[in-house]
């Protein structure tokens, strides 16, 4: 991982968390814009996840492997089933589901962050 890249991602993360919040305390759905913002907070994580996964195929290997390996899995899926969610179903707490996704994204990143330590 990159740590900077990782801080992005959670600063981008906690921007849609409160988007997404805003936007059910506004009695809305979220708009496209708020939708595209998803998706690139989506993208940079994938970014992430994949510099992650060829670090560990080259040899890295955290404290807790099996561990790092389910949250990489889970940061890459959570926004893309919330972003489906949020299209199909379009009320306000659409709005919640994109924040809920993103408020999990950006737990699970800052935990990778201390996870993504070299076993001694």
Do not use: H
Request: charge should be positive.
């Amino acid at each position: 991982m990159i740590d900077a890249l990782a801080y992005v991602v959670v600063a981008l993360a906690g921007v849609a968390v409160i988007w997404g919040l805003v936007t059910a305390a506004a009695n809305k759905p979220p708009g496209k814009a708020q939708l595209l913002f998803a998706a690139g907070v989506e993208v940079v994580t994938v970014v992430q996840s994949i510099i992650a996964a060829v670090k560990l195929a080259a040899g890295f290997r955290p404290v807790e492997v099996a561990t790092t390996i389910g949250y990489l899995i889970g940061i890459v899926i959570l926004i893309p089933i919330a972003w489906v969610w949020a299209n199909v179903e379009r009320n306000r707490f659409s709005g919640v589901v994109l924040a809920v996704a993103a408020l999990g994204v950006l737990a699970m990143t800052l935990r990778l962050l201390v996870l993504w330590t070299p076993a001694a």
